[in-house]
Antibody, heavy 116, light 110 residues
Framework: QVQLQESGPGLVKPLETLSLNCNVS????????WSWIRQPPGKGLEWIGY???????NYNPSLKSRVTISGDTSKNYFSLRLTSVTAADSAVYYC??????????WGQGTLVTVSS | QSALTQPASVSGSPGQAITISCTGTSTDVGGYKYVSWYQQHPGKAPKLMIYDVSNRPSGVSNRFSGSKSGNTASLTISGLQVEDEADYYCSSYTNDSTWVFGGGTKLTVL
């Protein structure tokens, strides 16, 4: 079955760019929507955005000016870039497949801390 | 984009039934069938429990059920078990082609 694995730096300095990858195994990223979701420590889930293999993207309006999600169908992964990060961007970042209206499955998540 | 409204906490005893509500607006919960529910145990990734308002993925116990009335969706867990203790989140598609989550509900099984 499809499995997702997030990867990237666990520590990012304030005002720098957070970059994460989501590697997909057990299935192709083609034909589906794929999403990033985050969860600050002790808080709830926040949807960040999605990408379709056609290249179509959409983002949370509150993050839109700082977020870019891209994908590489040849290498079967998709990526998140979040610019000008602050401590408020510290969170566990999850990637998930978005087939027809639900997030399933999810990656295990990766903790990113924004600190100097 | 405002988060969907869920109660912060609910509790129940083993064997009982509980219901968690998720209130949105006509531009999200009330306007679409794409309402889903997720269970999250501490330190773990969320797990899909209900999709399209009331459908259960294979492998999810039939003790979990979902429904919707107007702008409010509900998750009901019957025959509560200790292992059901977790955080639960609802999610909905919205009219600007985005997604929104609820604030989460902590379920305690007494």
């Amino acid at each position: 079955q499809v499995q997702l694995q997030e990867s990237g730096p666990g520590l990012v300095k304030p005002l720098e760019t957070l970059s994460l990858n989501c590697n997909v195994s057990g299935g192709s990223i083609s034909r589906y929507y794929w999403s990033w979701i985050r969860q600050p420590p002790g808080k709830g889930l926040e949807w960040i955005g999605y990408i379709h293999d056609s290249g179509k993207t959409n983002y949370n309006p509150s993050l839109k000016s700082r977020v870019t999600i891209s994908g590489d169908t040849s290498k079967n992964y998709f990526s998140l870039r979040l610019t000008s990060v602050t401590a408020a961007d510290s969170a566990v970042y999850y990637c998930a497949r978005l087939p027809l209206g639900r997030f399933d499955p999810w990656g295990q998540g990766t903790l990113v801390t924004v600190s100097s | 984009q405002s988060a969907l409204t869920q109660p912060a906490s609910v509790s129940g005893s083993p064997g009982q039934a509980i219901t968690i509500s998720c209130t949105g607006t006509s531009t999200d919960v009330g306007g679409y069938k794409y309402v889903s529910w997720y269970q999250q145990h501490p330190g773990k990734a969320p797990k899909l429990m209900i999709y399209d308002v009331s459908n259960r993925p294979s492998g999810v116990s039939n003790r979990f059920s979902g429904s919707k009335s107007g702008n409010t969706a509900s998750l009901t867990i019957s025959g509560l078990q200790v292992e059901d203790e977790a955080d639960y989140y609802c999610s909905s598609y919205t009219n600007d082609s985005t997604w929104v989550f609820g604030g989460g509900t902590k379920l305690t099984v007494l």
